[in-house]
């Protein structure tokens, strides 16, 4: 199997009826199905009542080798999903006001796809088969990432110079200076013979 692989999916919208005074129908995605045919346009499935189901576009699902944690998550959640991102176009010139943009296995990828304005995006149940596919591409493309334990560094960033002037620590290593251990009250002082200490 490649490092990437193309999955044919096609992917079933509905169009439910919701009486709401600003917005007649709602549009959703309700599931996927593999071996589907290539479409120009929207076929209609089903109606059921005041609902239509539409086979509403084949688009090629994406498997890459750098996205298989992605896909274990997937996976490991219980039921996995196959996420559809329907973008809105109200200015289209159609009995559809979305279109299907793209599907995903990765829900971190489905995720970056809910913040945009125009998009909403859904799960639907993922196709036996198609787990099935998922979990043969991980076990081949996925590898551990080894962990890196960073090591502390020692401090030894110098004092900053503080109004311009250079600490006095290192102006005095610079000059070759000793440090001296500033007197006390003048008790420790030693007061140089002069010949007048008796006097």
């Not at 709401?20 to 499935?45: C, G, K, M, N, T």
């Not at 998550?73 to 996995?80: D, F, I, K, M, T």
């Not at 010139?93 to 995903?104: F, Q």
């Not at 799960?123 to 036996?128: E, F, I, L, N, T």
């Amino acid at each position: 199997m490649a490092s990437a692989s193309l999955i044919s999916i096609g992917v079933v919208v509905a169009r439910e009826h919701i009486g709401h005074p600003w917005q007649a129908y709602r549009w959703r995605p309700v599931s996927v199905f593999l071996d589907a045919p290539q479409i120009s346009s929207w076929r209609e499935l089903r109606k059921d009542g005041k609902n239509i189901l539409y086979h509403a576009a084949t688009l090629n699902l994406e498997l890459h080798r750098k996205e298989t944690t992605a896909y274990q998550v997937n996976l490991a959640n219980g039921e996995p999903s196959v996420y559809v991102v329907l973008r809105e176009d109200p200015d289209a010139a159609r009995d559809w006001p979305v279109d299907v943009h793209l599907v995903t296995v990765s829900p971190f990828e489905a995720q970056s796809h809910g913040d945009v304005g125009f998009d909403s995006v859904e799960g639907v149940a993922m196709p036996d088969r198609l787990v099935e596919v998922v979990r043969e591409f991980i076990k081949m493309h996925h590898r551990e990432e080894t962990f890196y334990k960073r090591k502390r560094q020692p401090h030894t960033q110098a004092e900053e110079y503080k109004f311009g002037q250079e600490p006095i620590i290192s102006l005095r290593e610079r000059s070759g200076s000793p440090y001296e251990t500033p007197a006390t009250n003048g008790k420790d002082r030693e007061v140089p013979d002069d010949g007048r200490r008796d006097r």
